[in-house]
Structures are given as structure tokens and as C-alpha cells.
């Protein structure tokens, strides 16, 4: 593959390989069915094109296969399907992130009955599936919970599918703590259902042992991860359903056609929820690192342009956003006191900052769905002359990506206010990044930047 790449479609766009050269494929994939098919076809198209198609169902259950393939459990976010207690422990291992990225003292998941198999928690509208506290004995032993007439804010806002978050627990009489979790500390917490429009699954807890209100682009964070769990959730069970139904030999084309629609409805939704994730965790990282200005968004938008002008096709391009939104994204697993230190850093804070995009990496390869955009992140590090860091690649061994992301993530960063240094000018920025070129930077993404400031 040479460095421009070869043509591909965009991120998001995977379900168009599906749609072949049938009109009404397309529409049920944009799951707009009969409303467009009726009155926006005439009746002679539609009758033409049925007549054509051989075999309608056996080519729509040919389509559901490929599309439950694609966003089968193993592509994307969701952790779905577990029977015994050993697979639950992914989930303590997510409420640990979460402590790291939202900087808090505890997180605990609470799952429906549905999503609880092989811990046995009977009666209970929520039961507790993974936490970020270690235990020396089985917590699911304990088969904690909450029943569905509980009083607790935890039920509240799983009923209201609305966040709630409490600065003094104290000031309340709706909390009671469970010993086991070590709540008799907490002061203060917040509850965020899991769920999408048409699905509600769980809840995640989040405490501290401090009066602390969560800040709004970390809340705003797991608001997003919320919903895209459950979307992903939701999408499992239909895609669950969808493979019972193809066991059916004699299953009649509209009922085919009413799981595509409610199938593609959901990847379209899946989709959204991707991208808004992806959106609110860069914003996450400019706020923990300290960025008084959009910096992700803007080295984002940055490389865009310069994917552009150098004339990468619209996948290609994708990629590179994303890559660039999320290039610092090992920030956001580091405490936010290393960024607000005034005085000289420790030898282990500095490395931690130093290696921040490997903690990254390791962060991305748990979401599927952004495994490409993995290598650009990487190797952004790396410099033109194989100085750089982590594997010293030189040249155009360095993914197109990378230097790309590079060129942009320092135009934005010596354009923009810090709390150590005021901001460059662009002339002054510029002049620095022409003096580095093909040391530190590859110098055709150098004179396409050029291009693309020229041109503003």
C-alpha cells in the first residue's frame, strides 16, 4: 500500500459494501423501508426490481450474516454474554479505568438480571458485576444489589434514566451504604444509567471519599460511555435474535426485511455513539492536561486539512481525525495533580507523563472499534531523522498518519496559550516547524501545511 493509500470508504461506512446495485437495499439500509419505498419509487420500479431479484430472501439472509459478523461481540464495545463468575472480571477491570480517567476513589457496575448470568443474583433489579476495589474474599459470593423497590438514588436513576450526582451524602436519606464496598467512607457520588432510547441495562457508580463534584467534561464522558454500552448491548440482543430467526427455513422476506431495518437502525445509532465517544474522551484529555483551548479538536481538525490538501481518500482521512482527537489519550489515565504541579516532577511522574502514549495504545486496543487508528497514535512520537520515540522509525517507515498527526498536534500546541507560556504566532510557529523540517518532521506534510495556512 503506498503512503496516500488506496481507496476506502469512511469510518462509519461499512454497511454500504451490503447494497450491490439494488436500489431498495440502500433504502432499507438507511432504514427509511416503506415510507420512501411508497412514495417516493412508483410501483412499476418496485415491481421491476422484485422481479429481478432472485431469491430475496436467501440474498437478505445473506446480508444479516455479514452484518452480524461485522458487529458480532468480538467488533465491538460491549461485554455482553458472560456464564460464569471467572469472565466478570473485565468488568472490575473497566471500573478501574474509570476510576483512573475520572481521578475518583471508587467505581462499581450494576448489570439487570439479563445481563448477570452465572452470578446467580436472584431478585434483585440490579446486581453488582465488576468494581474498582480489590477484594480479598468473592465479592459476588455476596450477591449484592439493589432490589427494585429500593429507595436508593442508584434505583432512582436507573428508573429516571437520568444522571444524578451528590456532593454530601450526607444531606440525604436515600443512601445507604454496603459495607462490602467500603461505602461507610463516601461523601460524595454519582449514578449514570447504561442505556440508549430504547434499552436500559445497568448503572455505573462512581464515588469519592471527599466532598468532589465530578467535572463536566468527565461526566459529560461516561454520560457518552453509558449510552454506548447500551446501545452495543442492545445490538447484541437483536443481533441474538436475528440468528434464531435465520434458523427458520421458511421465514417470509418481510420479516427479513423488518430485522434489517431494526438492524441497521442500531449499527447507524452504534455509529453516533462511537463518534461521540471518541469526541467527549479527547475533550477529557484537553481538560486533565491542562489545555485552556480545544487542543485534540483542533490537531484533529488540523491533520483533516492536511489529509486534504495531500489528497488522502475520506477512510484515510477518518482515521487520522480520530487518531489526532486521541493522540494524547494516555492523559487521561494519569492524575491531574502531575498537570497542575508547579514544582520539578519525580523521576517516576516524569516517565509517566513521557510514556503516556503507550498507556494509550493499551487503552485503544480494548475498543475494537478504533483498533486502526491504533499504529498513527503509536508512532507519533517518532521523528523524520529516527530520533524519535518509541521504535526510532525513519522516514517514510513512519505510518502517513503519524506524520501527519505530528505536524499538527505542534503547529496547535505552539499556537495555543499554556498555563507556562503564552501562544506563538503563526508566522513564529511556522518558522520553527519549516527550520525542523525533514529533522523532526516529514517535509511534504511540512509544505502542506504551508498550503493549508496559505489558503486560510
Known amino acids: 500500500m503506498t503512503d496516500k493509500e488506496e481507496l476506502g470508504a469512511s469510518l462509519f461506512g461499512r454497511t454500504l459494501e451490503f447494497m450491490e446495485d439494488d436500489p431498495l437495499e440502500e433504502i432499507f439500509a438507511l432504514n427509511m423501508g416503506d ?20 431469491n430475496k430472501a436467501e440474498k437478505l439472509k445473506s446480508q444479516l450474516k455479514e452484518l452480524i459478523a461485522i458487529y458480532s461481540l468480538d467488533n465491538t464495545l460491549c461485554v455482553l454474554g458472560f456464564s460464569s463468575q471467572d469472565e466478570y472480571v473485565v468488568y472490575n477491570s473497566i471500573a478501574k479505568t474509570l476510576t483512573q480517567i475520572l481521578d475518583v476513589d471508587a467505581c462499581h457496575i450494576y448489570m439487570t438480571q439479563e445481563f448477570t448470568k452465572g452470578l446467580n443474583i436472584e431478585n434483585k433489579l440490579l446486581g453488582l458485576v465488576g468494581s474498582s476495589i480489590d477484594f480479598d474474599e468473592d465479592i459476588y459470593a455476596k450477591k449484592l444489589g439493589y432490589v427494585e423497590d429500593d429507595k436508593s438514588i442508584v434505583v432512582k436513576a436507573f428508573n429516571t434514566l437520568e444522571k ?134 483542533n490537531t484533529a481538525e488540523l491533520s483533516k486539512k492536511l489529509c486534504k490538501q495531500i489528497g488522502l481518500n475520506e477512510k484515510t482521512t477518518d482515521l487520522v481525525y480520530y487518531a489526532g482527537l486521541l493522540q494524547n489519550i494516555g492523559k487521561i489515565t494519569l492524575p491531574e495533580s502531575l498537570f497542575t504541579n508547579k514544582g520539578k516532577l519525580s523521576k517516576e511522574d516524569w516517565d509517566k507523563l513521557q510514556n503516556h502514549p503507550n498507556v494509550g495504545v493499551n487503552l485503544l486496543m480494548n475498543i475494537n472499534f478504533l483498533s486502526e487508528v491504533i499504529p498513527y497514535i503509536h508512532y507519533h512520537k517518532e521523528r523524520w531523522d529516527g530520533c524519535g520515540e518509541p521504535e526510532g522509525l525513519k522516514g517514510n517507515s513512519i505510518p502517513f498518519g503519524s506524520r501527519i498527526i505530528a505536524v499538527a498536534d505542534a503547529y496547535t500546541a505552539m499556537t495555543s496559550d499554556r498555563s507556562y507560556r503564552n501562544a506563538m504566532t503563526k508566522e513564529e510557529a511556522m518558522e520553527i516547524i519549516k527550520q525542523e523540517a525533514a529533522t523532526k518532521w516529514d517535509p511534504d506534510v511540512v509544505n502542506a501545511l504551508f498550503e493549508v495556512l496559505r489558503d486560510e
Open 164 to 297: 444524578i450526582q451528590i456532593k454530601d451524602v450526607s444531606q440525604i436519606n436515600n443512601f445507604i451504604p454496603k459495607y462490602e464496598l467500603k461505602e461507610y467512607d463516601v461523601k460524595s457520588l454519582a449514578v449514570f444509567p447504561i442505556h440508549n432510547n430504547a434499552y436500559i441495562v445497568g448503572v455505573i457508580v462512581v464515588e469519592n471519599y471527599q466532598e468532589k463534584m465530578i467535572k463536566r467534561a468527565f461526566s459529560q464522558l461516561v454520560e457518552t460511555i453509558g449510552r454506548l454500552f447500551g446501545t452495543s448491548m442492545h445490538l447484541q440482543k437483536v443481533i441474538e435474535h436475528i440468528q434464531e430467526v435465520l434458523k427458520d427455513d421458511v421465514v417470509n422476506e418481510k420479516e427479513l426485511q423488518h430485522q434489517r431495518a431494526e438492524l441497521t437502525a442500531l449499527i447507524g445509532d452504534l455509529g453516533t455513539q462511537q463518534q461521540a465517544f471518541v469526541e467527549k474522551l479527547a475533550k477529557a484529555v484537553d481538560e486533565k492536561g491542562q489545555y485552556k483551548v480545544s487542543h485534540s479538536q
Open 35 to 54: 415510507f420512501i419505498s411508497e412514495y417516493l419509487i412508483s410501483e412499476d420500479l418496485a415491481n421491476k426490481i422484485g422481479k429481478d431479484a432472485k
